[in-house]
Each structure stands twice: as structure tokens, then as C-alpha cells.
């Protein structure tokens, strides 16, 4: 466990940075590029959790928008716990457009919705992909959702409608890792 002082200092470390053209020649030479897509999450404390996880799953890079979106704050950066250090968060004008480029440098792009007809469980996510995941509210936008290749959802057993973002971030993105790993034959 860290010191007090280790977590404040990490706060002030600087940022990894990278480049959506950066991000596009990665995913080209990278067989297992994953990038997680965050359409419009507001809630800082939401978005620490997504870079935290992704992190955990290593993701190559998470994508948002400018607007609309959270930015990576000091309370992004605490509850990340060292993501938001490890992590590029590239910020985009326009998120299709982005997924468009993404899409041209090799990225499947699985988008979720509730009004998905496939299970997570049933596409193939061992390739490069982008996992691109909505707001808290209404989910993702629907030139962001005309975009994404496939839609999928979490099979849903109870009866809550949907869970928090960056809960049904880690699913998605250690089902990405568990697909890869059973590739492997590990």
C-alpha cells in the first residue's frame, strides 16, 4: 500500500501522452491493441475507474471526447490510483471521426447497448479492437453506435437494467484479455 505522500506525488506526475496518429500507427503494428472508447462519461469519479481498469487489462490507449466528457483531473487521477499515469487519454473534437481512423488502422470496434441482439461473449475479440462504451445515462450516441462494427451487451440475469460504467468497462475489457489468453493456449 502507498504512503500519503506517494499518492500526492503521484498526482503531479506528468501524463503519458500520445497522439491519435500515434495511436493509429500502434494499432497497425500491434496485434493486440486494445483501446477502450468512452463516449461522453461525465462522472470523474467514473472515469478514474475506467482508466484504473484499464490499466489492469492493458489497454493501449482510452479515447473521449473533448466536450461533454470529463478531463483527467486531480479526483480522475486519485481514484485512477496510477491509471491515469500508465494510460494515454487521447481527447478527440469528434469521436466518429476518430473511431473512422481507428477503424482504417485495423480496430474492430464493439459498441454496447442494451438494444444489442449478440451476448459480449459471442464475438471474437482477439484481434486489435476498440471496446467503445456509452454515458451513464443514455449510453452511447447514435452516430458513435452507427460507427462501432458490432454491438454486443452483458447478459443481464437480475433485475437492474444495467450497471455502472466502469463495472461493465472491466467485464468487457477482461473478456478481451480471457478471449487472448485462451488464444494462446495459456
Known sequence: MRSRESKHADLHAPLPRMSQEELCRRISTQPNACVLLLDRIEDPHNLGAC????????????VTPKNKAAAVTETVRRVACGGAESIPVIQVTNLAQAMRK???AGLLLVGTSDR?????YDVDLTGPVGIVMGSEGSGLRRLTMDTCHKLVKLPMQGVVPCLNISVAAGICLFEVVRQRTMARGL
Do not use: K, M, P, Y
Request: aromatic content about 0%; charged content about 30%; glycine content about 4%.
Open 51 to 62: 482508466l484504473r481498469t484499464a490499466d489492469a487489462a492493458g489497454v493501449t490507449a482510452v
Open 102 to 104: 481507428l477503424e482504417e
Open 116 to 120: 444489442a441482439t449478440r451476448d459480449l
